[in-house]
């Protein structure tokens, strides 16, 4: 027993550059799906209670699924900006640049925010790749429903972990014909920093790619190509400190949404996080968002709530979800406010 991985917070030290103090960073929590499965159940569980972050590997995504992906995404951003506007502005969905949301964020990026639905990818793929419509919407297609598949098994999983009696609780959300699930590809082009300097004076490492948020569907299965710049945010007991997240294109990061910690009565958390934008090269990632159909009425489950753990938030529909959080800016804590008085 002792060979089993373990999710203690390992300590991985390093300077803090203004009081020269250790500090101390908690390791991510990495689960392989080929592992035993109620060691991964317990893993997972345990990974969403304290991170609402993990690392999958061996997660049975074929490696050409990705790849496919990957190339019609650095195709798409490799073209001339007037060419790439013509699948713009966001409404949210879109191709956009710099800007995020409604209300005035920006962020050192630029993206494609697709609706998951195959008539909805097959539409926009004329504005988006007029070379070849129907290849792209092909390759987003395999991809969405490879990962969608991925996130139902992990819903799937987490459900059976937390012992929840409707066994499908969380997945038929996702499964759902109306899910209004969203697929996004981002990028985030290379920084040439000419103020820099090679001892690093001068040099500004705090370019923000995407700003501090959670996400407010119910779970995110994000992948990268083997560039840094995601971040999540820990709660230790030095305060919050914000945890670099090692790349690896083999690899899928899960998060936690903040309609699953309403739905967990939050027992699972709804991880905060961002992206810089520093490195040398592009980082490319994209991210699978699995949400509820509109019209859904989101409560916690029962078995969630017990004289110790009393209901936490009150019922709301995505809908009612969606109309606030675009109404809001993209660091806010939009679950807050709907927590029972
Ligand atoms: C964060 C997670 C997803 O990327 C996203 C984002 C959305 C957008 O880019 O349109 C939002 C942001 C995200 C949350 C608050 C609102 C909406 C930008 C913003 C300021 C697609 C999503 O669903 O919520």
Not at 29 to 41: E, G, H, N, Q
Not at 170 to 181: C, E, G, Y
């Amino acid at each position: 027993l002792k060979l089993l991985p373990s999710l203690n917070k390992m300590v991985v030290s390093s300077l803090n550059p203004v009081s020269n103090d250790k500090i101390l960073h908690p390791s991510i929590p990495v689960i392989d799906m080929s592992w035993r499965r109620d060691l991964v159940l317990n893993l997972m569980v345990r990974a969403c209670e304290e991170f609402g972050f993990f690392k999958l590997i061996n997660h049975g995504v074929p490696k050409g699924i990705i790849a496919n992906m990957e190339n019609e995404g650095k195709e798409f951003f490799s073209l001339p900006i007037d060419e790439k506007k013509k699948a713009g502005p966001p409404n949210p969905l879109g191709y956009g640049i710099r800007n995020i949301g409604r209300n005035g964020d920006t962020g050192e990026l630029e993206y494609l925010l697709l609706h998951t639905n195959p008539n909805s990818i097959s539409q926009r793929a004329r504005s988006i790749c007029k070379k070849d419509p129907s290849k792209f919407s092909g390759v987003l297609d395999e991809y969405v429903d490879a990962v969608k598949r991925l996130a139902c098994e992990i819903l799937d999983m987490l459900g059976e972990g937390l012992g929840v009696k409707d066994k499908w609780a969380f997945s038929r959300l996702l499964r759902d014909k109306d899910s209004d699930s969203l697929i996004r590809m981002n990028h985030y082009p290379p920084y040439h920093n000419t103020a820099g300097s090679k001892d690093g004076k001068g040099s500004n490492n705090c370019r923000i790619g995407f700003g501090e948020h959670s996400d407010p569907q119910i779970i995110s299965v994000l992948r990268s190509n083997d560039v840094e710049g995601l971040q999540i945010l820990s709660s230790s007991t030095n305060g919050d400190v914000w945890v670099p997240v090692v790349p690896d294109p083999s690899a899928f990061f899960v998060n936690v949404g903040d309609t699953l910690e309403a739905l967990t009565n939050g027992r699972f958390i709804s991880v905060r996080h961002r992206a810089m934008a520093n490195s040398y090269t592009s980082r490319y990632s994209m991210i699978y968002f699995g949400a509820p159909p509109l019209h859904e009425w989101i409560s916690p489950l029962p078995e969630m709530i017990t004289p110790s753990t009393p209901r936490r938030y009150k019922s709301f529909t995505w809908a009612e979800y969606k109309k606030i959080m675009y109404s809001l800016r993209l660091s806010h804590n939009r679950l807050s406010l709907f927590q029972m008085d």
